[in-house]
């Protein structure tokens, strides 16, 4: 039962709940609401449930791989019987993920063996957030399970190696985790769908939604400085080149995505304007002089002493006063932290051995690499921000 304190608790965090929600015009544009809300739900869940409640993860790939939420989008109502039928699975089982799921908000109880979708469900139709999903359960929870005794071996220090951390004592390889999955059939290619669409949830805006861009960025351009106006390192397949033509179509300068081999050669479908490049950021930057180098959930997957080579490569390809550096990535505040960002912090430890940093993290590694730090951008709610620098 409930003491006295637990409900007084549970009292106020109704009632701020109630608050902040009647502040808002308009919650479901309103980043910073929707990220306090959803704190103080998960305070206000926290504090009505009891401690034995797991099981959520296999049920929501299980339901992904027999296409439970698509079926749910295409048609509703279906009965578990219909779903059953479809997906090929034995009733019992879709009975049982589907009563799970529907506890969890992922779908909804329409009545008694018959299931419709919810806005969860809709988002998990979504090719990268399938991508994320399948990408959370197959690479990154060996790891968590493995963590505590990686921890329990190591003398529970910090990992200091991309090689050498939580994920290749769970995989069992010596190599750092983007060379791992490019050696597994599909993986590295699922890892870059789920890249692709990570800020494109209907929940957060991405970078170029907030940051004023033109301003900052696209209105400085000068050609007689270098024909680049943005390269993005790692970049990955090249997905925020194409958003940003997209959203500035008449924008000057070239624009590039700078990867590995294995995920380069593997780009099809690129927007012609955008160019590819072999690229590895530990070497020389071969691109002098651009405008804008965007280094983008890449330093949070790095050990400091390697952040330092990746931004004195970078360093010496830059104009001091006109070349910018863009490092998108989590900030994290001194206190309050939000979930998603410290689960993050999290999840770079186990999975490379790498961490979110904070502004004055940020600040030292920069300025120690010969940096100085314009501005710290941070847009509402629980979203990434942009640290903004230029060479001394
Ligand atoms: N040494 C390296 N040089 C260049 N890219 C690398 C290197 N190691 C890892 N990567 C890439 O770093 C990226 C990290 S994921 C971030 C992708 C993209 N910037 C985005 O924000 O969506 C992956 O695409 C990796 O292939």
Redesign the pocket.
Known sequence: MATNSQSSHTTTLISKLQTTASNSQNIEHDEATRATLLQLSRELTASLQAPDEGGAFMCVRLADELRLFDLLCEQSPRTTVSLAEISGAEHGLVVRVLRTLAGMGFVAQLDSGEYGPTAVTRQMTMRSVRAGDKFFHEESLPSVRQAPEYFRQNGRRLPRSMTDGPYQFAEGTGD?P?TWMSKKPGA?EN??VF??G??GTPARLGWSDWYPVKEQVLDGFDATKGEFCFV?????KG??CETLLRKYPDMKGKLVT???P??IDDIQDLDPRVEKMN????KPQPIKGARAY?????LH?WATSVCETILANLKSAMVPGYSKLLI?NIVLADTDVPLRQSLLDISMLVLHSGQQRSRSEFTELLEGAGFKVVKIWVPPGDGDGIVEAEVV
Request: aromatic fraction near 18%.
């Open positions: 750092d983007f590295m890892f870059n890249m692709q990570l800020f993005d390192v790692g970049g990955g997905h925020e700078q990867d590995l294995f995920v690229h590895d950021f530990t965007f280094l983008q959930n890449i997957n998108g």
